[in-house]
């Protein structure tokens, strides 16, 4: 419904009124952006259109005093304030939020401290995290005890600086997501009143962008810089996006030298970061690396068998060992099987068995019918077919032809074997896990703009599948 004439003027006349009493750079920046929504007369309530959650908080913290007196002169007493907050500029999302009580009614105006020491009003944060990802179902198993327990440990004590940041790295699908969603909710629990923020690269992006667009990206640096726990998932989208990087820079700054959490997840360590900023790389190691690892088959029967209990399953061990013999790259693989075995056994009404199971897993994510390949083979054929030799490729030898060699027998056990980078550059040469994703990343990017090379591979996988 729109605004009546005097509506419109009653909010002119606040406006009039705070021009009058501020300068004129503070009315500019946090006044005149504002606009009126409606005045609900029988509420007695006004709802304000507000830029950026950032306003509300400054607002209420810098100019509580002068806003209650104006609304009261002329609204009345008992007069409440509502902020329409923007959350989300691009997809027109907003959210209601109460002003502060103390900043608009009779009692409070007696009761009030002086201006410039009236606390500040923090308004309620929607921390974004995924209440299904919580550390009781993220099943710990070798691969990942490293940063469960770190994860923990930062929940336990939010601000010791050892683990400050916390960077963890590893393929898709092994949980990075569920593990800094559930130190994130582990927070929350225990300690109810802090900040705490997840949000992914690209929404970060995003947001950065219409900040740009706006021009108001101070107004978006100053937000991020309130968070106590910041949470950014999959930091590797940054790559290249110079502005982004530099206004991640300055955030990660100021909280990391305000004592504050900075949680990052990344399909790659920082040395494999190709088109990140040095300063930013730099800081990525300040704290710890932690690598999540593809899951073992141990622990692959275990997340299954928790998920199996979760759903009110019956499977025997022979499906759940023969499942995590097949389906070993991701967790979300796994899962996805399961849900697919529960939904085959209610539509035809029958048991879950190995049959079954195996049409679901050729169906959903296949199952190639091929002999089991070693780093022996891999290192053996590879050899062959770029004419060096295996002591060569596992000595120190810089040749370019030793050189590719090496660099492609590490992404065919990368992508061919069940092991983590660590075992596979221990095998190579004793090389490290860094090396071996340097390797892995250097021949994928040639495959894509040498087509006699991707040939070659491609004939090389072959063979060693055959």
């Not at 800094?180 to 582990?186: K, S």
């Not at 997840?265 to 970061?273: E, G, I, N, Q």
């Not at 002591?391 to 060699?405: D, F």
Request: with cysteine; glycine share 4%.
């Amino acid at each position: 419904m729109p605004l009546s004439h005097t509506e419109s003027q009653r909010w002119a006349s606040c406006l009039k009124i705070i021009q009058n009493n501020v300068s004129r750079q503070q009315y500019a920046i946090w006044f005149a952006p504002l606009t009126l929504e409606s005045y609900d007369t029988e509420r007695h309530e006004l709802t304000v259109c507000v830029p950026s959650p950032y306003f509300c908080e400054h607002i209420e913290t810098n100019y509580l005093p002068l806003l209650r007196d104006v609304l009261v002169r002329v609204y009345g007493e008992g007069i409440q304030l509502i902020y329409k907050v923007k959350t989300d500029a691009e997809n027109d999302i907003s959210v209601n939020v109460e002003a502060s009580r103390r900043a608009t009614t009779a009692d409070a105006r007696s009761t009030a401290q002086p201006a410039g020491t009236a606390a500040a009003s923090v308004q309620e944060l929607d921390s974004h995290l995924q209440a299904e990802y919580t550390f009781d179902n993220f099943v710990e198993g070798l691969s990942n005890k490293l940063p469960r327990t770190v994860g923990l440990s930062i929940a336990q004590n939010p601000h010791q600086m050892t683990f400050n940041p916390l960077f963890v790295y590893g393929a898709s699908g092994v949980g990075k997501t569920h593990l800094v969603n559930a130190i994130g909710l582990r927070l929350k629990e225990l300690h109810p009143a802090m900040r705490v923020l997840y949000v992914s690269a690209h929404l970060f992006q995003v947001q950065y962008t219409e900040s740009v667009r706006q021009n108001k990206v101070n107004d978006f640096i100053a937000f991020y810089q309130t968070i106590d726990v910041l949470i950014i998932d999959d930091v590797q989208e940054f790559a290249t996006m110079e502005k982004t990087q530099l206004a991640f820079f300055h955030i990660f700054n100021h909280l990391h030298q305000n004592g504050k959490q900075i949680i990052l997840t990344s399909d790659r360590p920082p040395v494999a970061l190709g088109g990140m900023n040095e300063r930013l790389l730099t800081r990525f190691k300040w704290g710890l690396l932690a690598e999540l690892e593809r899951p073992n088959q141990e622990l692959r029967c275990a997340i299954l068998r928790h998920k199996i209990r979760h759903d009110g399953l019956r499977i025997s061990e022979d499906v759940i060992n023969f499942i995590a013999a097949n389906v070993d790259k991701s967790v979300r693989d796994l899962q996805g099987v399961v849900n697919s075995l529960m939904a085959y056994s209610v539509v035809h009404d029958c048991e879950i068995d190995l049959s079954m199971a195996e049409r679901v897993i050729q169906s959903t994510i296949g199952m190639a019918e091929r002999r089991k390949v070693t780093i022996d083979d891999i290192l053996q054929q590879t050899c062959a077919a770029f004419c060096v030799s295996t002591e060569a490729v596992l000595s120190s030898s810089r040749k370019a032809e030793v050189v590719t060699g090496r660099q492609v027998a590490m992404y065919l056990a990368d992508k061919h074997l069940h092991m983590s980078t660590t075992k596979i550059g221990a095998a190579i040469g004793r090389r490290t896990h860094a090396t071996v994703l340097h390797s892995c990343q250097m021949v994928a990017n040639r495959m894509e703009t040498d087509r006699a090379f991707r040939s070659q591979i491609e004939a090389l996988e072959k063979q060693l599948v055959s």
